[in-house]
């Protein structure tokens, strides 16, 4: 898959709540599209939906190609569109503070992973 990974296990199950911690602090792209697929059913049909709601918060500068935003032809993006996104988000959605402001934390009973600045 490639990017940053937990590494999840065939068969091996989270929480949503494990999943969105992955996510937010260590950007576990196979966390994401294992999100996309438990969601929609398939990653491809999560990035319809991706496309779908952001022409519908206005965002004309992005088209999804993938859940996780690794590079691939035609993926692209623009800060306003983020700035769109994220506010939306953050309007809707206000509790997703409880896991982006985290700094360190653990899965699986196993070392701490945690959100390194540079």
Known sequence: ???????????????VDEMLKAICLNSANDCVVAMAE??????????????NKA???????????????????GHITSS???????????NK?????NYTTIYMDSLRNRRNFSCKYK
């Open 1 to 15: 898959m490639g990017g940053s990974q937990i590494w999840l296990e065939e068969n091996e199950t989270l929480t």
């Open 38 to 51: 438990f969601i929609a059913g398939s990653e491809e049909e999560f990035v319809s939906r991706m496309n």
């Open 55 to 73: 022409k519908e918060l206005g965002m004309r500068d992005t088209a999804f190609r993938n859940c996780h935003g690794l590079d691939e032809d």
């Open 80 to 90: 306003y569109d983020i700035a769109l996104m994220s506010k939306e988000l953050l």
């Open 93 to 97: 959605h206000p509790s997703i503070t």
